[in-house]
């Protein structure tokens, strides 16, 4: 069997995967499972305990080794399920000696299951040159950045990822190139905190200046496409390659958590919602077609009807077209998860409605799409997606090509051609 990875949550994740994958094979692992999990919601972190005891039954003799953002913030939890036979902390997950360690661990009966180590002790990131992707998807990630020094009241990701912390340039520009070498179109630079790239390094690169040097050293490199970023934090280099460089995808996800002042400020976020529109207006003045897409929390704690009325404005006021809607969920140790709470009920309807105002902007969208020629990057013999991260229903294409193509129509959710 060799083997399994199984991802949950981000794109930092699947680049992970990929890597854990190497590493595990490279200890010499056997007829082993890999969970990598995610701890953004309660439910992501259920759903793992739920394929866990599904992977048990299915393979009962496999090793089941659990590791990830929720094994980091949990693992006597983990530990604690009899079907479980390691936990691995999330900085461990990413180094050779650690999976050697679990090889000789689940050899030997009664050793410690869990090797979690002090994921706030981690400095550095180990660099990792990987290959190329099992999925085999035209569409790459490299993980140029790794946690965060923030502290927003809702989130528990700093503490299942540790500091702020960066991969050196040299070696991001290396990772870049081997992935197109391996044949990848597009490349997404992910990380947890990617605004925050290069505060640790000398000189302090910033992310912007990161950027530019990809699209100057990997000339060959057909796409490139940012993951989510603070709009605050966005470098002066960085808005210049959007406006100068066509390789720069003019797609940016923001994380924008809400659309009020006061919420905003019970976030500890560092922006305004005049900061949010203003960022936008001020992107397509240099870019005019960027699609956003945003992360917005519906019902975090103390949050009002007038509260949430404003989230929903900003979808328009931003002109938004993805929308990634999140019903707040109180994680353990986070200073949100003991204020004042939403109801369950409202936190679910503000979701809802929050979803289908990102609809109707979805929709707005596809429809000042009709009749444009975009740049389509082929992902599979039925899907593609246009430089602007728009899906799109082709057939007759090979995976890995870009294309022309003229957009004739939508269905609501996808472009037709
Ligand atoms: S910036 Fe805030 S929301 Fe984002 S990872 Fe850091 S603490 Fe979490």
Redesign the pocket.
């Known amino acids: 069997m060799g083997v399994e990875v199984v991802t949950f949550g981000c794109r930092l994740n699947a680049y992970e995967s990929e890597v854990i994958l190497r590493e595990a094979e490279g200890a010499g692992l056997d007829d082993a499972i890999v969970i990598n999990t995610c701890a953004v919601t309660n439910e992501a972190v259920a759903q793992a305990r739920q394929m866990i005891r599904k992977l048990r039954r299915e393979k009962p003799n496999a090793r089941i080794v659990v590791t990830g953002c929720a094994a980091q913030t949990e693992p006597a939890n983990f530990s604690a399920m009899p079907e479980v036979d390691r936990v691995l902390g999330n900085d461990d997950k990413m180094r050779p000696d650690a999976w050697r360690e679990t090889r000789r661990a689940l050899d030997v009966a009664g050793t410690e299951k869990f090797a979690v180590s002090d994921i706030m002790a981690v400095t550095d990131m180990a660099p990792h040159l990987v290959p190329g992707f099992q999925s085999g998807l035209p569409r790459a990630f490299v993980q140029v950045q790794n946690g965060?020094?923030?502290?927003?009241t809702?989130?528990?990701?700093?503490y299942g990822?540790g500091n702020s912390r960066s991969v050196a340039m040299g070696v991001v520009v290396d990772q870049v190139r081997s992935l197109v070498e391996a044949g990848h179109a597009e490349i997404v630079l992910t990380g947890?905190?990617l605004t925050s790239y290069g505060t640790d390094l000398p000189g302090a690169p910033k992310l912007g200046f990161l950027t530019k040097q990809i699209l100057r050293h990997v000339p060959d490199l057909k796409r490139l496409r940012i993951s989510s970023i603070?709009s605050v934090e966005v470098d002066r280099d960085l808005l210049d390659a959007i406006a100068g460089d066509e390789r720069l995808m003019p797609h940016l996800h923001l994380?924008l958590?809400a659309g009020d002042d006061i919420v905003l400020k019970r976030m500890?976020?560092r922006h305004s919602r005049r900061d949010a529109i203003e960022f936008c207006e001020q992107v397509r003045r240099l870019r005019p077609d960027t699609a956003f897409g945003a992360d917005i929390i519906a019902g975090f704690p103390t949050e009002t009807e007038e509260m949430f009325a404003r989230s929903c404005a900003l979808v328009d006021e931003c002109d938004l077209t993805f929308l990634h809607v999140f019903p707040y969920s109180p994680r353990p140790g986070t200073p949100a998860a003991k204020m004042p709470q939403v109801d369950g009920r409202t936190i679910k309807d503000r979701a809802k409605r929050l979803r289908a105002a990102g609809d109707v902007a979805l929709h707005r969208r596809l429809d000042a799409e009709t009749g444009s020629v975009r740049q389509v990057l082929i992902e599979s013999a039925t899907q593609g997606r246009t430089e602007h991260f728009i899906p799109v229903a082709v057939s007759g294409a090979a995976p890995g090509e870009v294309r022309a193509l003229k957009m004739t129509g939508h269905d609501g959710a996808r472009l037709l051609c």
Not at 148 to 152: K, L, V
Not at 154 to 158: A, D, L, R
């Open positions: 965060c020094d923030h502290r927003c809702f989130c528990i990701i700093p990822r947890v905190d603070d994380s958590q500890k976020r």
